[in-house]
């Protein structure tokens, strides 16, 4: 039985996507819950038994709203009890908010305003020793990603390793945990998904703006797809050896 990975979305237009479909390919299948609609998650004692491994995705909503969305306190719960058991967990976007959250870190509005577009970020030097993203961070200094985002981590848990940053310093990749990582940007999107993004902007990002991402991410296409396949090859790789025994969880 191939390795089992519960995967938290949480709205309609934030789908695991490429993500998705590649950490397929390589070997895993994936659970995806929508909380949003109503689908309960497994924060009870043992409710991640079945699941070898976790991935939270983005969504439009704060990270810290949970008055207004309030599945988001059960999956930082879930969050937590992954951490404790060693279960690899990947977030995504608001995913790595959320994780962030859950470590004992803060998230709130970019002082520098919405991040949007195809966008650098620079490894740091622990990057390269890191088990998941050492190979993106060998291949290059610096690396090109979606952003799509107007909050950021502002203060990184305790014990939290950061792996890479935007030119203004926001935290973009992070290890909060043995086995926990975050990465504020979108691998997961093509321009499919960032159209509708798009056409569902909010009010302070320009039409034209959102339309000059979607291009951009279009034009990018093949380039976002090598940078970031990766990225579900060793996350699908660390998975797997734990579940095999081949790896033992911290």
Partial sequence: MSPRALVVQHQDTCPPALLGGWLEEAGLTLDVRRPDLGDTLPTAPGGLAPYDAVLVLGGSMDAFDEAGHPWLRDTVSLVRQAIAHGTPTLGICLGHQLVARACGGTVARNPRGRALGVLPIGWTSAAAADSLLGALARADGTTRCLQWNQDVVTVMPPGA??????????????????????????????????????????????????????????????????????????????????????????
């Fill in 161 to 250: 390793v950061l792996l890479a940053a935007s030119p203004g310093g926001e935290p973009q990749v992070a290890r909060f945990a043995d086995r926990a990582w975050g990465i504020q940007a979108h691998p997961e999107a093509d321009a499919s998904v960032a159209q509708s993004w798009a056409d569902d902007a909010a009010p302070d990002v320009a039409a034209e703006q959102a339309a000059r991402t979607v291009a951009a991410v279009r034009d990018a296409e093949s380039e976002l797809s090598a940078t970031w396949r990766p990225l579900a090859a060793a996350f699908a790789a660390i998975v797997t050896g734990i579940a095999t025994g081949a790896v033992t969880a911290p």
